[in-house]
């Protein structure tokens, strides 16, 4: 498939030239499409690497996605809910605005500040993005941790917050089952003193056994007046923590700011989705993370547009979940992950093709790099070959999308597994060990060399940390700690992180390029690589793969095929010493591969916390490949 170029909005090259004439004006002239109580003194005090974006600007979150809208799209359905359990609610913007206030005043009532922390554990449903605001509307810093983590990643992350105050709900639904999210708070919070009321929604109405901290919901609001008015907030106030799931150690408690942020999201909103009033908007990100935050939660609300918010697995009760949404909504704009997209093409064409998804004129992927040959699928089959694909960079210490098509901004061609060109204000560069540019089409460490308004103020409570891991490698430069490469044209290829690296024979070989690779043959549906030790090499390569249920190819063949495709499209240093046909691989509920589990079964350690875990079924099926895997070397003389 050749560049595809598709226009959505209007082409503005002016945008990109005053972006790269004066970054610092730039930023300043999209921050005014925001409503601010008062404007600032110093567009950005820049200390390295500390940011303040708008000194002296006083704004508010909850104020900007919700009270701006109320003189004319007041009626205009915000939240379009639909649950697992085939529950549905809709949530006009007036809706939303009240529940918030509500909210805000029932948190003051029990004593909750400005500054103060409160930690947030709730399943996909309104009550979720109404919390975030009503803490953002008194100064509060909300502290989201996703519904499936456990007790101990959960008292972890509060202990760390020192939040005062929990919101949960007695239960979420996954898969058909109900998880006791209460019970897990519970558990989380027995020896956290500090903690002084639980607020607890009754989702599933399983039997509750509250304590004298615990507050229902629903009594909490009843009496709560419905007028609070937005606190007006330092620029750099901090709007909310969002703790990163890292392999090894203490998670890092991300913190962003209030209107650094918030210019950040407006902008890459408005340009990347090309946002109408028209729109109906899908992510499928869940809150937990920080596509939730930027994308389901402030973006769209900052623009009042409408959206889908599903509470569920993307396949249950089977695969056509995502594709009777679309139809069922009319869905215009949907942003998914690669992995979520392999595993529909799994279940072969025909299951979306019996869907009407005509009302597509958008698509967009986040999360990891997305294969060429998933893009052309998602393009044909899902987009029709109508809509465009924005194959989003970001990260939760960038607050917003940093590299991505910009259909709403300008027109240019769309390159099968490119996430094209760093958002107009963004400086990106691929450099070397050292931090020497590379020419293009070399492999190096992706780096931003200056400030943007979404990025962390600091990781909290950890200054010194935020100083090592983000800026110590390179002097004033933002180390992503992600491979890419450059082409001629000065799109970027995002080649996966620099630590998921195998090292064999002094070669260093990426699992991103080598399972893009895999997932590339036509039988092939996902793919996983890790590296075992070995005497000789250091590491030797195996290989997990999924085949797509309409596979044709016997196994053996198969991985004589894939073998030859390897060395063909790496080279031999890549050829796997074992591959493995499995059904499943072992993933996230947010839908990623849990290659730090791979590697710990494959060295024999502990596999440490596994409560984000979907399926713990994929895991013992790897465990029961790796150990014929060590008879079989174990029979060799």
Not at 104 to 123: C, E, H
Request: proline letters at 5%; hydrophobic letters at 40%; glycine letters at 8%.
């Amino acid at each position: 498939m050749s560049d595809i170029t598709i226009s959505l909005g209007n082409n503005d090259t002016n945008t990109r030239q005053d972006a790269t004439s004066d970054f610092i004006s730039f930023w300043e002239k999209q921050a005014k499409n925001l409503s601010w109580f008062s404007s600032w003194d110093k567009t950005l005090d820049w200390n390295p690497p500390f940011a303040k974006w708008f000194v002296g600007g006083k704004i508010n979150a909850s104020y900007n996605t919700l009270d701006i809208h109320q003189k004319i799209k007041s009626d205009k359905p915000a939240i379009l809910w639909e649950g697992e359990n085939g529950e549905s609610r809709i949530l006009t913007y007036e809706d939303l605005w009240t529940r918030v206030q509500k909210l805000a005043n029932a948190l003051k009532s029990i004593g909750v500040q400005k500054g103060d922390r409160i930690t947030i554990y709730l399943p996909m449903i309104p009550e979720l993005p109404i919390s975030m605001l009503a803490c953002a509307r008194i100064g509060a810093t909300h502290s989201v941790v996703f519904s499936g983590f456990s007790a101990t990643a959960i008292k972890d992350r509060i202990d760390d917050s020192k939040s005062k105050v929990v919101i949960t709900a007695d239960g979420g639904y996954r898969r058909g089952n109900v998880i006791n999210l209460k019970e897990i708070i519970d558990e989380a919070i027995k020896d956290l003193d500090f903690v002084k009321n639980v607020i607890v929604v009754e989702r599933t109405k399983t039997k509750l056994r509250l304590s004298s901290k615990d507050i229902l919901w629903n009594d909490l609001i009843h009496d709560s007046y419905d007028l609070c008015i937005a606190e007006k907030l330092d620029s750099s106030h901090p709007l909310f923590i969002l703790y990163t799931s890292g392999t090894t150690g203490k998670p890092k408690g991300v913190l962003h700011g209030t209107g650094g942020y918030l210019t950040h999201l407006y902008s890459t909103f408005k340009w990347a989705f090309d946002i109408k009033d028209s729109d109906v908007y899908f992510c499928t990100a869940d809150i937990g993370w920080v596509t939730g935050h930027s994308y389901v939660v402030y973006g769209p609300l900052l623009h009042g547009a409408t959206q889908v918010m599903y509470e569920g697995a993307p396949d249950f009760p089977d695969a056509s979940r995502m594709w009777e949404i679309i139809q069922k909504y009319r869905i215009t704009i949907f942003y998914t992950t690669p992995t979520a997209l392999r595993m529909f093409m799994k279940f072969g064409d025909d299951l979306p093709n019996s869907f009407d998804l005509s009302s597509l004129r958008l698509l967009g992927s986040v999360g990891e790099p997305i294969n060429p040959e998933v893009w052309k699928w998602y393009f044909k089959i899902i987009g029709k070959e109508k809509c465009p694909i924005i194959d989003t960079w970001w990260q939760t210490e960038t607050g917003g999308m940093m590299i991505s098509a910009l259909p709403g901004l300008e027109t240019i061609p769309l390159k099968p597994g490119s996430g094209t060109l760093p958002i107009p204000g963004i400086h990106i560069s691929v450099v070397d060990e050292v931090g020497n540019e590379l020419p293009p089409n070399t492999k190096g460490y992706l780096v931003i060399k200056n400030p943007w308004p979404g990025m962390l103020l600091t990781l909290w409570g950890d200054d010194q940390k935020y100083r090592d891991v983000y800026w110590s490698k390179y002097k004033n430069y933002y180390y992503s700690g992600d491979y890419a490469l450059k082409d001629t044209d000065g799109y970027f290829w995002l080649l996966g992180r620099a630590d998921d690296v195998l090292k064999v024979s002094g070669h260093r070989i990426g699992t991103a390029e080598l399972e893009s690779c895999i997932v590339s043959h036509h039988d092939v549906a996902e793919s996983a690589a890790c590296g075992i030790p070995d005497e000789i090499k250091g590491e030797v390569i195996i290989v997990f793969v999924v085949l797509k249920q309409n596979a044709t190819t016997d196994t053996a063949t198969l991985e004589k095929e894939l073998i030859v495709k390897i060395r063909n499209d790496i080279g031999a240093i890549a050829t796997p010493k074992q591959i493995y046909f499995v059904t499943r691989l072992p993933k996230t509920r947010s839908g990623k591969i849990m290659r730090r589990l791979l590697k710990a079964i494959s060295s024999n350690e502990t596999i440490g916390d596994v409560s984000t875990l979907e399926d713990d079924i994929a895991v013992s099926e790897i465990q029961s490949a790796f150990e014929e895997l060590q008879k079989s070397i174990q029979k060799k003389p």
